[in-house]
């Protein structure tokens, strides 16, 4: 043993080593006298006792080689005093009618179960003798056999309830023992005290004790690789006390704590400061393992007290999961499992351990969430439905929040999202299929079903700004398009706090309903066709932009946006021809949002049409003053717009109309005009597309009217006579196409200004019928517009029509676009270029792969491709 040296306090004064005593002081003097001043310290008499002394005994006794005898010693000494403190103070606390009375509902695992009834057996062999070599005080020996009675009744009626496992029902305060709850309550904070009181005893001791065997831990401890007086201190508590084999201090105190912590989950105010103490002492008390740093040593806590706390957890939270579900509520559920996360973490933080919060987050989310996930979603009457329908933005966004703390739940929230969009889009398009099916089956035009629409139009503002029946059905479709959609960003924004995944299942899904609907492009181009109009009522130009905006949201899902362009063009021509557009500016800046999305290419032709207006007005200007100037003024003001064929929808190919001489002299002057501007240029003229402001006199009164080019050619017919005209004459004199004729002679005598008498009386147009002028016409207005009857909704053979020539475009793209690919890249594989093709062209419609291999093939057999001898699948360009 090496001789000792010098030695501090821990504030760093230097000690003396203490003088030595010869053998006039025997070993076993010293250790008397040592064990004489630890049983002082252990009852707090160390007023008389002398530090350096006692320091000086435990010196000599190493010093000597009496460190075995000293070691052990002590340990028995101070499981002796602990034996004795848990007879006397810890054994007289545990509650009267056993550990149940303060667990009711209680079920620990059965592990602990074990250690009980191990604990419960020895106790009753060791009882009589433990008792009698404590103390010979009768009081004692009845505790101890009141203590064996309980621990036997705990035992027996938890193993009969728990088979093992949790209880079923885990209710610490079930209905009727809210008032014995406090009982329990108040007994097992008399144990919580007597043990806390006892291991703060026990500490304070054996930092006193620590202080005078200081060079037992310096030489002795170091030399042979033993616990510290300190750490045996705790390893005794551990052994003698909580982990006793004599007494089942262990499943007392469990029961215990896991009682307070569930009667404070059902509402009730415990001690939390009683609590924490005794588990910062489980905690503190670890177990040593061989090779492992001591700071990582296991705790009593992490190794016994945790499991149960977390077993009993389940038990209960699962539990009150099926109670909460069973009440068929799903937005209070989640308030509920919101607000038990919460508690949990602030339990965690208060009086539970750190490394308990995730496990106990892990059980919870399990529980409540994991096991429970369609349940709750499709929880009729209140669950996603239901939130969704009512616009329930707080309890969306806490569903969300929940769900993402589970690995399933972002996914099935993104498919319950998805249900209930493709579920509510497949009710708009329904909705809009059986309106379309009930335009079809019949003429717009007859009065019935007018005087049908005027009655619904009162009940909805899209039918009445819309300016036929069809626009209606389309205004309807998108406004309830555009109202979902505004109704999910706003969920998106504010519940779901801008998650990608939940933006691309509601994209998707939105993507899927719309394209489902056939005439999504048709009925989107005349959304905005209306939008566009002059004499919108109620919206500003902000507002309009507004609307335009948001509708570009919806054009973004379309896959046919070629079909979307053919339809646009014509609704465009239309506002352009007629004068309906609301302004150049707005056109403009539609066109704007269209190129974003679709490139410049997509609104080329469009832009070119607004450039062959403009060009049109600076060719009015040239011509009127060139009539101006001239010895001939005009009859009347004439308006030409002169249209590049290339970008309008307009056939080559113009109706035939016969025009009388005073509109051909006008005709032919403009020619020759344009003619000396222009030289080489043909102009076709295309009457069906013009409209006239004519003066006309009636009995009453003169009014100015505007109507259509043939309706201004049919009516110039009974300018100079009085005449009855059949149909086949007004056919004969004016050549105008049946189908034109009749709707041009509809708008004059069947409609709201008939200034045509129709015999016989009506609102069809036949072939047997004849015409005359109403001079007794009247009118309050003096000037007023004669609609031209529109034609009736596409028919099933003019969708198809307008669907091959859509198809016959789609063929010139994807070859072009095969061969630009090709003609850049000179050699490529089959499917690295269908797959290149439908990305160049996804902005525009969505190529499917057949019709793809189909133009390849087209490609080669004419030349402009080949493929390669040793690989069928890879294509060479032909220049």
């Given at each position: 043993?090496?001789?000792?040296?010098?030695?501090?306090?821990?504030?760093?004064?230097?000690?003396?080593?203490?003088?030595?005593?010869?053998?006039?002081?025997?070993?076993?003097?010293?250790?008397?006298?040592?064990?004489?001043?630890?049983?002082?310290?252990?009852?707090?008499?160390?007023?008389?006792?002398?530090?350096?002394?006692?320091?000086?005994?435990?010196?000599?006794?190493?010093?000597?080689?009496?460190?075995?005898?000293?070691?052990?010693?002590?340990?028995?000494?101070?499981?002796?005093?602990?034996?004795?403190?848990?007879?006397?103070?810890?054994?007289?606390?545990?509650?009267?009618?056993?550990?149940?009375?303060?667990?009711?509902?209680?079920?620990?695992?059965?592990?602990?179960?074990?250690?009980?009834?191990?604990?419960?057996?020895?106790?009753?062999?060791?009882?009589?003798?433990?008792?009698?070599?404590?103390?010979?005080?009768?009081?004692?020996?009845?505790?101890?056999?009141?203590?064996?009675?309980?621990?036997?009744?705990?035992?027996?009626?938890?193993?009969?309830?728990?088979?093992?496992?949790?209880?079923?029902?885990?209710?610490?305060?079930?209905?009727?023992?809210r008032a014995d709850a406090v009982a329990r309550i108040q007994a097992g904070e008399r144990l919580m005290t007597a043990i806390r009181d006892t291991w703060l005893?026990?500490?304070?001791?054996?930092?006193?004790?620590?202080?005078?065997?200081?060079?037992?831990?310096?030489?002795?401890?170091?030399?042979?690789?033993?616990?510290?007086?300190?750490?045996?201190?705790?390893?005794?508590?551990?052994?003698?006390?909580?982990?006793?084999?004599?007494?089942?201090?262990?499943?007392?105190?469990?029961?215990?704590?896991?009682?307070?912590?569930?009667?404070?989950?059902?509402?009730?105010?415990?001690?939390?400061?009683?609590?924490?103490?005794?588990?910062?002492?489980?905690?503190?008390?670890?177990?040593?393992?061989?090779?492992?740093?001591?700071?990582?040593?296991?705790?009593?806590?992490?190794?016994?007290?945790?499991?149960?706390?977390?077993?009993?957890?389940?038990?209960?939270?699962?539990?009150?999961?099926?109670?909460?579900?069973?009440?068929?509520?799903?937005?209070?559920?989640?308030?509920?499992?919101?607000?038990?996360?919460?508690?949990?973490?602030?339990?965690?933080?208060?009086?539970?351990?750190?490394?308990?919060?995730?496990?106990?987050?892990?059980?919870?989310?399990?529980?409540?969430?994991?096991?429970?996930?369609?349940?709750?979603?499709?929880?009729?009457?209140?669950?996603?439905?239901?939130?969704?329908?009512?616009?329930?933005?707080?309890?969306?966004?806490?569903?969300?929040?929940?769900?993402?703390?589970?690995?399933?739940?972002?996914?099935?929230?993104?498919?319950?999202?998805?249900?209930?969009?493709?579920?509510?889009?497949?009710?708009?398009?329904?909705?809009?299929?059986?309106?379309?099916?009930?335009?079809?089956?019949?003429?717009?035009?007859?009065?019935?079903q007018d005087d049908s629409a005027k009655a619904k139009s009162k009940d909805k503002a899209a039918d009445s700004e819309a300016s036929t029946p069809q626009a209606?059905?389309?205004?309807?479709?998108?406004?309830?398009?555009?109202?979902?959609?505004?109704?999910?960003?706003?969920?998106?924004?504010?519940?779901?706090?801008?998650?990608?995944?939940?933006?691309?299942?509601?994209?998707?899904?939105?993507?899927?309903?719309?394209?489902?609907?056939?005439?999504?492009?048709?009925?989107?181009?005349?959304?905005?066709?209306?939008?566009?109009?002059?004499?919108?009522?109620?919206?500003?130009?902000?507002?309009?932009?507004?609307?335009?905006?948001?509708?570009?949201?919806?054009?973004?899902?379309?896959?046919?946006?070629?079909?979307?362009?053919?339809?646009?063009?014509?609704?465009?021509?239309?506002?352009?021809?007629?004068?309906?557009?609301?302004?150049?500016?707005?056109?403009?800046?539609?066109?704007?949002?269209?190129?974003?999305?679709?490139?410049?290419?997509?609104?080329?032709?469009?832009?070119?049409?607004?450039?062959?207006?403009?060009?049109?007005?600076?060719?009015?200007?040239?011509?009127?003053?060139?009539?101006?100037?001239?010895?001939?003024?005009?009859?009347?003001?004439?308006?030409?717009?002169?249209?590049?064929?290339?970008?309008?929808?307009?056939?080559?190919?113009?109706?035939?109309?016969?025009?009388?001489?005073?509109?051909?002299?006008?005709?032919?002057?403009?020619?020759?005009?344009?003619?000396?501007?222009?030289?080489?240029?043909?102009?076709?003229?295309?009457?069906?597309?013009?409209?006239?402001?004519?003066?006309?006199?009636?009995?009453?009164?003169?009014?100015?009217?505007?109507?259509?080019?043939?309706?201004?050619?049919?009516?110039?017919?009974?300018?100079?006579?009085?005449?009855?005209?059949?149909?086949?004459?007004?056919?004969?004199?004016?050549?105008?196409?049946?189908?034109?004729?009749?709707?041009?002679?509809?708008?004059?005598?069947?409609?709201?200004?008939?200034?045509?008498?129709?015999?016989?009386?009506?609102?069809?147009?036949?072939?047997?019928?004849?015409?005359?002028?109403?001079?007794?016409?009247?009118?309050?207005?003096?000037?007023?517009?004669?609609?031209?009857?529109?034609?009736?909704?596409?028919?099933?053979?003019?969708?198809?029509?307008?669907?091959?020539?859509?198809?016959?475009?789609?063929?010139?793209?994807?070859?072009?676009?095969?061969?630009?690919?090709?003609?850049?890249?000179?050699?490529?594989?089959?499917?690295?270029?269908?797959?290149?093709?439908?990305?160049?062209?996804?902005?525009?419609?969505?190529?499917?792969?057949?019709?793809?291999?189909?133009?390849?093939?087209?490609?080669?057999?004419?030349?402009?491709?080949?493929?390669?001898?040793?690989?069928?699948?890879?294509?060479?360009?032909?220049?």
């Amino acid at each position: 043993m090496n001789a000792p040296g010098s030695m501090r306090r821990p504030g760093g004064t230097k000690l003396k080593p203490p003088k030595k005593i010869g053998l006039d002081v025997s070993i076993e003097d010293m250790w008397l006298r040592l064990a004489h001043a630890i049983s002082q310290i252990q009852n707090h008499n160390i007023s008389k006792l002398s530090y350096e002394e006692h320091y000086r005994y435990a010196y000599n006794l190493v010093l000597y080689q009496q460190g075995d005898m000293l070691y052990h010693g002590v340990k028995k000494q101070v499981q002796s005093h602990l034996d004795k403190l848990c007879r006397e103070k810890i054994i007289p606390a545990f509650p009267p009618g056993g550990a149940a009375s303060v667990s009711s509902g209680i079920i620990l695992p059965e592990a602990l179960l074990n250690n009980s009834q191990s604990a419960s057996s020895s106790s009753r062999t060791n009882a009589h003798s433990a008792a009698s070599s404590s103390s010979t005080n009768s009081k004692g020996k009845g505790k101890a056999t009141d203590f064996e009675s309980d621990s036997d009744s705990f035992t027996d009626g938890a193993q009969d309830g728990s088979s093992g496992s949790a209880a079923a029902t885990m209710s610490a305060t079930q209905a009727g023992d809210r008032a014995d709850a406090v009982a329990r309550i108040q007994a097992g904070e008399r144990l919580m005290t007597a043990i806390r009181d006892t291991w703060l005893d026990h500490r304070s001791c054996m930092s006193k004790l620590s202080e005078v065997l200081k060079y037992v831990d310096r030489v002795y401890v170091e030399n042979h690789k033993v616990p510290s007086i300190n750490r045996l201190g705790l390893e005794i508590f551990r052994d003698s006390v909580i982990r006793s084999a004599i007494y089942p201090i262990q499943i007392y105190l469990y029961s215990t704590l896991l009682t307070h912590i569930q009667i404070e989950r059902e509402g009730s105010a415990i001690s939390r400061s009683l609590v924490k103490s005794n588990v910062d002492m489980l905690a503190d008390l670890t177990q040593h393992k061989p090779g492992m740093p001591s700071n990582q040593d296991p705790s009593v806590y992490s190794t016994d007290f945790e499991p149960a706390f977390l077993q009993t957890s389940a038990a209960f939270y699962s539990a009150e999961a099926d109670r909460w579900l069973d009440a068929g509520d799903a937005a209070k559920y989640l308030a509920h499992v919101a607000r038990r996360l919460q508690e949990e973490a602030d339990r965690v933080s208060v009086y539970l351990k750190p490394e308990t919060s995730k496990p106990l987050q892990h059980l919870l989310e399990k529980n409540f969430l994991a096991k429970h996930l369609s349940t709750i979603i499709d929880m009729p009457g209140s669950g996603l439905v239901t939130m969704l329908d009512e616009d329930r933005k707080e309890d969306l966004g806490r569903m969300y929040t929940l769900f993402n703390k589970v690995s399933e739940g972002p996914q099935t929230l993104r498919l319950g999202l998805k249900s209930y969009i493709a579920a509510k889009g497949k009710l708009i398009n329904d909705a809009v299929t059986s309106q379309t099916a009930a335009q079809q089956d019949a003429p717009m035009q007859r009065e019935a079903q007018d005087d049908s629409a005027k009655a619904k139009s009162k009940d909805k503002a899209a039918d009445s700004e819309a300016s036929t029946p069809q626009a209606a059905t389309a205004i309807r479709w998108v406004q309830e398009v555009l109202e979902f959609k505004n109704k999910f960003d706003a969920i998106l924004d504010t519940a779901f706090f801008k998650d990608t995944g939940c933006e691309t299942s509601i994209n998707e899904a939105f993507e899927s309903f719309i394209n489902s609907n056939k005439r999504a492009p048709e009925f989107i181009s005349l959304f905005i066709d209306e939008n566009l109009k002059k004499g919108l009522k109620g919206k500003t130009e902000a507002e309009v932009d507004e609307v335009l905006r948001k509708t570009i949201s919806v054009f973004r899902f379309l896959h046919e946006k070629d079909t979307f362009e053919r339809y646009y063009k014509q609704h465009l021509a239309k506002r352009l021809l007629q004068g309906r557009s609301v302004s150049d500016d707005a056109e403009r800046g539609m066109m704007a949002k269209l190129k974003i999305e679709s490139g410049h290419g997509y609104v080329a032709k469009l832009q070119g049409m607004l450039n062959d207006m403009k060009t049109s007005e600076e060719t009015m200007d040239h011509f009127n003053k060139t009539i101006k100037n001239s010895h001939r003024p005009m009859p009347f003001a004439l308006s030409v717009n002169v249209l590049t064929s290339t970008n309008w929808p307009i056939s080559a190919q113009a109706p035939s109309c016969t025009m009388p001489d005073t509109l051909m002299e006008a005709r032919r002057r403009f020619e020759e005009f344009y003619q000396s501007k222009h030289n080489g240029r043909v102009l076709t003229w295309h009457a069906n597309l013009g409209n006239a402001d004519v003066r006309v006199a009636f009995k009453s009164r003169t009014h100015e009217i505007n109507l259509s080019t043939f309706a201004l050619v049919v009516l110039l017919l009974f300018d100079q006579t009085d005449a009855t005209l059949s149909y086949s004459d007004i056919a004969r004199a004016t050549n105008i196409p049946d189908s034109d004729l009749q709707r041009t002679l509809q708008s004059l005598a069947c409609a709201k200004f008939r200034m045509l008498i129709k015999t016989p009386k009506g609102r069809e147009v036949n072939k047997d019928n004849t015409f005359a002028f109403n001079s007794s016409f009247t009118c309050p207005l003096a000037r007023f517009k004669i609609q031209q009857i529109a034609a009736r909704v596409e028919t099933a053979k003019e969708r198809k029509e307008t669907n091959e020539k859509v198809e016959e475009e789609r063929k010139n793209l994807i070859e072009a676009c095969i061969v630009r690919i090709m003609k850049n890249r000179k050699t490529l594989g089959h499917n690295d270029l269908v797959q290149e093709t439908i990305t160049q062209l996804s902005a525009r419609f969505q190529p499917t792969i057949p019709f793809i291999k189909k133009r390849i093939e087209s490609l080669i057999e004419r030349e402009y491709l080949e493929r390669q001898q040793d690989d069928r699948g890879m294509y060479n360009y032909l220049a």
